[in-house]
């Protein structure tokens, strides 16, 4: 009987206060000769120092404008009874959509394109595939906060992603604004594991994708955070793209302003880092959420 070993131990049932270094890559080496990926030796250095990349310029203003007729078309005809379909923790506003892929050929050709593909297998040092894709709703004066976590505590601990080695694409489709409510970061902190409080609950996704409570930081480790790296806001116009390690701590504010904020999030991992069980012992979440096949 094989023992699956924990590189990342979190949501125990007496918290752990003390944090942990990364062991993983940050960037992955590369089957690529110098020079024959996408990004430069700058980019690489700033992914592997802040956990980001902010990018510009990569999509056309008429693909951006179907991109957003399509946003918007998924938006409308949402399914409520849809599990895939997530509102808002008070009221009926569309919260997120997952699994955005099986339902749009829009959507997926956008996401193994030639334009942001390999920046993902770059970055991660080859071939890989589709953990999740969604869409991220903020309404004008409605649209409540994501708050501060880090991704692979999550799919590390509900999904049974082994490792360090998956990042998320976002693709902004209205101008993120300081005052909107945009996609928050710190940046250095994916080069240290927080363990969050709590034993999971089962079926906890039904929850936690409306407001998460579990799988997120104390106060404390947030301070501890903050102080030492501070926060960047990836405001920019509507095709702003930014990439972020699995494990950078980021959030959002709510949005009271006018002016909507909608994003495109989809996650690549890495072919090598298929998901296991889920170490915190729950069933996993359904194929929509964390794909396993």
Same mark, same amino acid.
């Given at each position: 009987?094989? +023992? ?42 700033? *992914? ?18 179907? /991109? ?55 970055? $991660? ?26 991704? *692979?505590?999550?799919? &590390? ?25 945009? $996609? ?24 936690? $994708? ?5 799988? +997120? ?7 501890? $955070? +903050? ?42 991992? &890495?072919?090598?880092?298929? /998901? ?18």
């Amino acid at each position: 009987m094989t +023992v699956q070993t924990d590189a990342y131990p979190t949501r125990q049932k007496t918290s752990a206060r003390d944090y942990m270094v990364r062991v993983d890559p940050v960037v992955y080496p590369s089957l690529l000769e110098a020079g024959e990926g996408p990004l430069d030796d700058h980019d690489l250095r700033c *992914f592997e120092e802040k956990g980001y990349l902010h990018l510009s310029g990569l999509l056309s203003p008429d693909y951006l404008a179907t /991109l957003n007729q399509e946003a918007k078309r998924m938006r409308d005809h949402a399914d409520r009874n849809d599990d895939r379909v997530v509102v808002e923790p008070t009221g009926d506003q569309v919260r997120s959509i997952f699994a955005i892929h099986q339902q749009s050929d829009i959507m997926a050709d956008l996401m193994r394109s030639e334009t942001l593909a390999p920046i993902a297998r770059q970055l $991660l040092g080859g071939d890989v595939y589709l953990h999740q894709t969604r869409l991220n709703f903020k309404p004008g004066f409605e649209g409540k906060e994501f708050y501060w976590h880090s991704d *692979f505590e999550t799919w &590390h601990s509900e999904d049974g992603m082994p490792r360090m080695r998956a990042l998320s694409c976002v693709v902004a489709l209205d101008e993120n604004m300081v005052h909107n409510g945009p $996609l928050m970061i710190v940046p250095g902190s994916h080069k240290l594991f927080i363990p969050c409080p709590g034993e999971t609950p089962e079926n906890h996704f039904k929850k936690s $994708l409306r407001k998460q409570e579990i799988g +997120v930081p104390s106060q404390e480790a947030l301070s501890m $955070l +903050v102080e030492k790296w501070g926060i960047d806001s990836m405001v920019g116009p509507p095709g702003t793209v930014v990439f972020f390690d699995c494990n950078a701590m980021h959030g959002s504010n709510g949005n009271i302003t006018p002016h909507p904020r909608n994003n495109l999030f989809f996650v690549y991992n &890495h072919v090598d880092n298929r /998901l296991v069980a889920p170490y915190c012992g729950r069933s996993p979440r359904p194929e929509f959420i964390a794909h396993r096949k």
